[in-house]
């Protein structure tokens, strides 16, 4: 059973590049028919999805954010990251990562628990 | 870019069957994905190509899609379904996921 782990500074201040990392154990990042996703949530609002990445490298981006987003994958260390540039107080969220599956339609079907991202100074 | 519109609320008394919709330009050409959210957790996979389950999500979750509407149906509803449900579409235009805005399921 797949597992991912958010990690990453909590706090970022604004205009600065907000950083993280996903970890995927019990299942190899290269193999298998998966997107790596990232998506995030403000407390009290809906779901964003920010961008996802193919083990070969391809990306999507979610259009509103495609010049602030670099999503990248590490097989090595079997991770994923983000880096989001210039940020400003409307990115503080709760921060997930997630596998989408090309069996359910690319449907996310594991997530981690997500972690929270505050931008203040 | 594509636009997903749900109801911001959904009440329904247990047992009976809730419906929630999910309202896009010709959704019905599309393939819809539906999440359960309970507070303070990550979302759950409920439905997936319109209408199939993931292994694990009781056959009460069910979906349907045509036309401008999807809709998730959960039938004999229980307290445990009180939680937010959000609609995904794919949006061929920009490569790139839509969320709907969610709608809160109040169990009476």
């Known amino acids: 059973q797949v597992q991912l782990q958010e990690s990453g500074p909590g706090l970022v201040k604004p205009s600065q590049t907000l950083s993280l990392t996903c970890t995927v154990s019990?299942?190899?990042?290269?193999?298998?028919?998966?997107?790596w996703s990232w998506i995030r949530q403000p407390a009290g609002k809906g779901l964003e999805w920010i961008g996802r990445?193919?083990?070969?490298?391809?990306?999507n981006y979610n259009p509103s954010l495609k010049s602030r987003v670099t999503i990248s994958v590490d097989t090595s260390k079997n991770q994923f990251s983000l880096k989001l540039s210039s940020v400003t107080a409307a990115d503080t969220a709760v921060y997930y990562c997630?596998?989408?599956?090309?069996?359910?339609?690319?449907?996310?079907?594991?997530w981690g628990q997500g972690t929270l991202v505050t931008v203040s100074s | 870019s594509y636009v997903l519109t749900q109801p911001p609320s959904v009440s329904v008394a247990p047992g009976q069957t809730a419906r929630i919709t999910c309202g896009g330009n010709?959704?019905?050409?599309?393939?819809v994905h539906w999440y359960q959210q309970k507070p303070g957790q990550a979302p759950v996979l409920v439905v997936y190509?319109?209408?199939d389950r993931p292994s694990g999500i009781p056959e009460r979750f069910s979906g349907s899609n045509s036309g401008n509407t999807a809709t998730l149906t959960i039938s004999r509803v229980e307290a445990g379904d009180e939680a937010d449900y959000y609609c995904?579409?794919?949006?061929?235009?920009?490569?790139?996921?839509?969320f709907g805005g969610g709608t809160k399921l109040t169990v009476l």
């Open positions: 995904q579409v794919w949006d061929s235009s920009s490569d790139s996921w839509v």
């Open positions: 997630a596998r989408d599956h090309g069996s359910s339609g690319w449907a996310a079907r594991d």
């Open positions: 990445i193919y083990t070969s490298g391809s990306t």
């Open positions: 010709n959704i019905g050409s599309k393939s």
């Open positions: 019990g299942g190899s990042i290269s193999s298998g028919s998966y997107y």
């Open positions: 190509d319109d209408s």
